[in-house]
């Protein structure tokens, strides 16, 4: 949902940071007509009508982009909607998400991809880009008319929490996107592994009395799904990453030259499984917490440059969900709100990543996983898409989960403090955030 922009948007004193062309330094940023003009010193004056943005001790990135989200709508509306998602993502510094197909009905044809892509263009304040099913109901039996979402707008395939088990299938789903030049994004899972596994596997679940996760089931997987793009020549991207030995294959598929990335949750590099305590479902999640040695070993791909990604896997759930046994509520929490809050909380003020890494991790890298960076986004360049995320790192504040703008509240980071968030959000030269007024529109 967007108002039509003012001629003109200048955005001032930041200090603008566009890895895409080496820029790190105090400029001005000119958009017009929703595009980008020019980055430099001491831009000429606007027109009288623009909207000119102070961005004095912030810095100014191209637009953040998340490459996991689960808006929810059609099917569960109760728990989040495209416009309620978008609103959060606008609050998170997000201008554009990739939502993800585990829908009722599931996105595995044109027309859900289309009704997404209208219905955001309707109400979202920010961009949605549709991520399609692998196969027909995310069920892994046929595979969905990939060329048909992808004519309709989707941007890559996936079928998310219900991961192909069947290898064959997988190869020719990588096969049939290579040559569309969709990225595969896998929720990588061993389900006869994980069976009812409800916490990673380890001591802590042992003293709760709950049902362990192994690594090996992902493991297993990333493993499996390496060797078919290998074969294939596929593009494998893979969600929410959470083991040190899965991570170890990523690094090793780079060193190989092949077309492997990676993400991880800011749940992931920011928690541990021994935070579970008191059987509290927001901290319930798939891939699970893992252990202190998986998350220093996710650390380290984030510094080593083997991580190409923070992802949210945003996953709203209604109350009356999540309110139950440990072992019968659903995985998944929400995140677009406090995701740059955390990076720049957990990862920027410890010195695990520049900051200049950090905008890498959540523009740039994910314009490119996604093919967006064909479409002029993640990138401050003259005349690409004027989405721009402002964020103050020196920004102290406290996430109150009373206040967000998404449908549901299953968050394990109510009440937590944080050093440097999100201070605006600039979509298509159309400022649909800023934390002053505490909006989103």
């Given amino acids: 949902m967007t108002t039509p922009s003012p001629t003109e948007l200048i955005v001032r004193n930041g200090r603008v940071i566009d890895p895409s062309q080496n820029i790190d330094r105090a400029c001005d940023v000119l958009v017009r007509q929703g595009r980008i003009v ?17 961005a004095t001790g912030c810095v100014v990135a191209p637009g953040f982009i998340d490459l996991h989200c689960h808006l929810r709508e059609p099917g569960k509306e109760y728990a989040e909607t495209i416009e309620s998602g978008g609103r959060a993502a606008a609050a998170g510094g997000f201008t554009s998400v990739l939502s993800m197909p585990n829908t ?56 998310d929490g219900l991961p192909v088990m069947d290898a064959g299938l ?33 001591y802590t679940a042992v ?36 083991t040190a030995g899965a991570l170890e294959m990523v690094r090793e598929a780079k060193r190989r030259g092949l077309n492997v990335t990676c993400e991880v949750t800011p749940h992931h590099f920011s928690l541990i499984d021994e ?6 479902t927001n901290y319930k999640m798939k891939p699970p917490l893992r252990s202190r040695a998986d998350r220093e070993a996710l650390l380290a791909g984030f510094a080593d440059g083997t991580v190409d990604a923070i992802g949210t896997d945003h996953a709203p759930h209604a109350g009356s969900e999540k309110m139950q046994e440990f072992a019968q509520a659903p995985f998944g929490i929400i995140g677009l709100e406090t995701a740059l809050g ?13 900051l200049g890494r950090l905008v890498e991790l959540m ?79």
Avoid: C
């Fill in 275 to 280: 935070d579970v305590k008191d059987y509290d």
């Fill in 363 to 441: 523009a740039v890298n994910p314009a490119r996983i996604a093919g967006l960076d064909k479409t002029g986004r993640g990138t401050l360049k003259p005349g690409s898409v004027a989405d721009i995320t402002i964020f103050d790192p020196e920004r102290n504040w406290t996430y109150d989960v009373n206040q967000t703008f998404s449908r549901s509240k299953n968050s394990p980071f109510h009440g937590t403090s944080m050093r440097g968030g999100p201070v605006a959000t600039i979509v298509a030269g159309n400022l649909v955030w800023n934390v002053e007024r505490k909006s989103s529109v």
């Fill in 342 to 354: 955390l990076a720049l909380d957990r990862l920027v003020q410890t010195g695990r990543i520049t």
């Fill in 170 to 202: 997988m190869r020719h789903a990588m096969s049939y996107a290579a040559g569309l030049g969709l990225t595969v994004i896998d929720h990588a899972e061993d389900l006869n592994l994980t069976g009812t596994g409800q916490m990673h596997e380890g």
């Fill in 104 to 159: 009722r009905p599931v996105n595995d044809n044109a027309a859900v991809t289309r009704f997404i892509i209208e219905t955001a263009r309707k109400l979202s304040p920010v961009n949605v880009f549709p991520v399609g099913a692998i196969t027909e109901g995310s069920k892994g039996e046929q595979l969905a008319p990939f060329a048909e979402m992808q004519e309709a707008g989707a941007v890559a395939l996936t079928d």
């Fill in 38 to 54: 020019a980055v430099g010193d001491n831009l000429p004056a606007p027109a009288s009508d623009a909207r000119i943005v102070d």
């Fill in 207 to 242: 003293r709760l009395g709950l049902a362990g996760i192994s690594g090996a089931s992902e493991e297993i997987m990333v493993g499996r799904n390496i060797l078919l793009a290998a074969a294939t020549g596929a593009h494998y991207h893979v969600a929410h990453l959470s």
